[in-house]
T-cell receptor, first 114, second 111 residues
């Protein structure tokens, strides 16, 4: 069991470019959560998805950010027209049956906007 | 909004000593709590959890204590080892879709 896989591990983008972050949940997990961590801060919830559905996006900025979890393939967090303030570590977690059933994090993608 | 905070941002302990990391939370309706360990460059790693119907839970070398009266959570690590050096976060959930994380306490173990 490879665990939650995130790629790339590091991503550098110039201001105005698009960033695409990928998350493959653990085998058998159909629930995916994205969190953002600013330097020296705790993780902040962004979005919760199940296959083909966004369940809760209350933590997502209203503009430029979107997430999907298609029937086939990894979950994608997309950030359009990145700005320096988007620089952070983005973590994905997965669970088999929702939050109460255990929550495993990936190693994260560190986005740097230059 | 939720407020989960830690009393001390940094903690240094001698190898072999016991460590206690504290966490205060503000939402009295929270009923599920997890302690995570995060090493540099890695994702949070589950350590131990506790539900609000319990006061204490023990794992291997770790104990979590929950005091609902004062909304306080603590993580005790017995016989702290150099490999325990990391940032420790408490996280709370109120039957919603997300965990609210504290800022973290950096634990340094001195050999």
């Amino acid at each position: 069991n490879a665990g939650v896989m995130q790629n790339p591990r590091h991503l550098v983008r110039r201001r105005g470019q698009e960033a695409r972050l990928r998350c493959s949940p653990m085998k058998g997990h159909s629930h995916v959560y994205w969190y953002r961590q600013l330097p020296e801060e705790g993780l902040k919830f962004m979005v919760y998805l199940q296959k083909e559905n966004i369940i809760d996006e209350s933590g997502m900025p209203k503009e430029r950010f979107s997430a999907e979890f298609p029937k086939e393939g990894p979950s994608i967090l997309r950030i359009q027209q990145v700005v320096r303030g988007d620089s952070a570590a983005y973590f994905c977690a997965s669970s088999p049956q929702g939050l109460d059933s255990g929550y495993t994090f990936g190693s994260g993608t560190r986005l740097t906007v230059v | 909004g939720e407020s989960v905070g830690l009393h001390l941002p940094t903690l240094s302990v001698q190898e072999g000593d016991n460590s206690i990391i504290n966490c205060a939370y503000s939402n009295s309706a929270s009923d599920y709590f997890i302690w995570y360990k995060q090493e540099s460059g890695k994702g949070p790693q589950f350590i131990i959890d506790i539900r609000s119907n319990m006061d204490k839970r023990q794992g291997q070398r770790v104990t979590v204590l929950l005091n609902k009266t004062v909304k306080h959570l603590s993580l005790q690590i017995a016989a702290t080892q150099p490999g325990d050096s990391a940032v420790y976060f408490c996280a709370e959930n109120e039957r919603g879709n997300q965990f609210y994380f504290g800022t973290g306490t950096s634990l340094t173990v001195i050999p």
